[in-house]
C-alpha cells in the first residue's frame, strides 16, 4: 500500500539550533515533492517545492532535501525560533496526477525558548 | 484579491441535516481543490475542478457528497444527510498551474455533526 510517514508526531528542540523533520514514502513515485507549514485551526501554507531531479533547495533559513533512491525528504529549520512552532506537512505530487497532492499526517514542532 | 476565501469558518449541524460550504479561489487561478483534514492527520484529497469541470473525485465522495463550480470561479461543496463522521475540516485551495506549484489553501471550514 501507499504511504507517506513523517517522523513522529512531536519534535521539541531549543530555539537556536537546527530543526530536522522527516518524510519517507514508499510505493510512490513523485514527480515533485512539497512542504507546509499549518498552524492551529488555520489552512496550509506553502514553504518549499523540489523536483524529483534535483537534490537540495534552499530558502532563507529553511533546507529540503529529496533522495528518490531513499524514497525520503529532509526538511531542516536552521537557527530556529519559538515563531517556528506548528505542524510541517510533507505532501507528494505524483506525475500521473499533478496538482493533486498526498499528504503526511505532519510533525508537531515546538521551538522552546 | 488576499487569497482563498471559505466560508462558514465554523458549522454546527445536526446529524442528517444538509450543510453546503463556499469556497473563493485567487481570481486568476484555474485549478480549485477540496481536502478533508480530521484530527492529527494531514488533508486528504476529495476532488478537483480545471475551470468549471470537475475533473476528479476520490472514492472518500460518497453520494451525500456533491460539488460545484458553476462559472469557474467560487465553488460550493454540499454535504447531504450528514453524519458523525463528516466532522472534519473542510480545506480548498487553488493553484495558478495545472502542477507543480504552491498550493493556495483557505482557512478551512469546521464542520461539527452532533
Known amino acids: 500500500s501507499q504511504k507517506i510517514e513523517q517522523n513522529s508526531e512531536a519534535l521539541n528542540i531549543q530555539e537556536g539550533k537546527t530543526a530536522t523533520l522527516t518524510c519517507n514514502y514508499t510505493n510512490y513515485s513523485p514527480a515533485y515533492l512539497q512542504w507546509y507549514r499549518q498552524d492551529p485551526g488555520r489552512g496550509p501554507v506553502f514553504l518549499l517545492l523540489?523536483?524529483?531531479?534535483?537534490k537540495e533547495k534552499r530558502k532563507e533559513r529553511l533546507k529540503v532535501t529529496f533522495d528518490t533512491t531513499l524514497k525520503q525528504s529532509l526538511f531542516h529549520i536552521t537557527a530556529s525560533q519559538p515563531a517556528d512552532s506548528a505542524t510541517y506537512l510533507c505532501?507528494?505530487?505524483?506525475?500521473?496526477?499533478?496538482?493533486?497532492?498526498?499528504f503526511g499526517r505532519g510533525t508537531q514542532l515546538t521551538v522552546w525558548p | 484579491d488576499t487569497g482563498v476565501s471559505q466560508n462558514p469558518r465554523h458549522k454546527i449541524t445536526k446529524r442528517g441535516q444538509n450543510v453546503t460550504f463556499r469556497c473563493d479561489p485567487i481570481?486568476?487561478?484555474?485549478?480549485l481543490y477540496w481536502y478533508r483534514q480530521t484530527l492529527g492527520q494531514g488533508p486528504e484529497f476529495l476532488t478537483y475542478?480545471?475551470?468549471?469541470?470537475?475533473?476528479?473525485k476520490s472514492r472518500l465522495l460518497s453520494d451525500r457528497f456533491s460539488a460545484e463550480r458553476p462559472k469557474g470561479s467560487f465553488s460550493t461543496l454540499e454535504i447531504q444527510r450528514t453524519e458523525q463522521g463528516d466532522s472534519a475540516m473542510y480545506l480548498c485551495?487553488?493553484?495558478?498551474?495545472?502542477?507543480?506549484?504552491?498550493?493556495?489553501f483557505g482557512q478551512g471550514t469546521r464542520l461539527t455533526v452532533v
Open positions: 505532501a507528494l505530487e505524483r506525475g500521473s496526477t499533478l496538482g493533486r497532492l498526498y
Open positions: 523540489i523536483r524529483e531531479n534535483e
Open positions: 481570481s486568476e487561478h484555474n485549478r
Open positions: 475542478f480545471q475551470n468549471e469541470a470537475q475533473l476528479e
Open positions: 485551495a487553488s493553484t495558478l498551474k495545472d502542477g507543480n506549484t504552491e498550493a493556495f
